[in-house]
Each structure stands twice: as C-alpha cells, then as structure tokens.
C-alpha cells in the first residue's frame, strides 16, 4: 500500500489542524494505521493509531486534543488536532501495517508516508 500525507501548516497555540492521508494499493480496510511524529533531534513517536477493526489507540500527550478517524471506501486516514501546543510541532508521518504487531512502536509498520510538517507557535 502507499500512503500520501498532507494537511499539515503553521498554526498558533490553541488552533487546529486536519491531516489527510490517502492510501492506494491494497485494500486498504485489512490494515491498521495510525499516526506518527518526529521533531528535530528526536526520535519518532507514536501518536494515535486505529486498527482494522477500528479500536484506536492514543499516545498519552494528544488524548483529549487529536482524534484519529478512517474512511475506507476513500482509502483515507485522518488526524484531527485540535487545542495544538508548541510541543506538537513536528514532521507527522502516516503509517500502515497488515498484522496485528505492537501499535504504538514505529518498528511494526512497514508502509509509511513522506510526511507533513505541522508547526505551532506560541
């Protein structure tokens, strides 16, 4: 499957942000994707993952303020950031595996998107 991110920009604190990724390829309902970001000098991290089934999973530092949605007859995932921090700002990467491996590590999706930047000023 490839995958395509966009929607990312510059947004001050306290605004929103709606990233889009979309899928072609295999059908994509039979996998799980989620969301994932890294900051310069960091390491990437997990931020939100829905799997085949539609059980979602949150990091710990975006619950309550991002929810992850999918609609698979577009073959679109979707990360809805409300309430944005500076800590947010980042390169947000969208992510696809096929089997049910450990989802909050970047080691168990093996498809991945170029990336969009998301920028939140103070």
């Known amino acids: 499957v490839q995958l395509q991110a966009s929607g990312g920009g510059s947004v001050q604190a306290g605004g929103s942000l709606r990233l889009s990724c979309a899928a072609s390829g295999r059908a994509f309902r039979n996998y799980s994707a989620g969301w994932f970001r890294q900051a310069p000098g960091q390491e990437r991290e997990f931020v939100a993952t829905?799997?085949?089934?539609?059980?979602?999973y949150y990091a710990d530092a975006v619950k309550g303020r991002f929810t992850i949605s999918r609609d698979n007859a577009k073959n679109a995932l979707y990360l809805q950031m409300n309430n944005l921090e500076p800590e947010d700002t980042a390169i947000y990467y969208c992510?696809?595996?096929?089997?049910?491996?450990?989802?909050?590590?970047?080691?168990?999706?093996?498809?991945w998107g170029q990336g969009t930047q998301v920028t939140v000023s103070s």
């Open positions: 829905t799997t085949w089934g539609g059980t979602t």
């Open positions: 992510a696809a595996q096929s089997l049910s491996a450990t989802y909050t590590s970047p080691a168990s999706y093996h498809y």
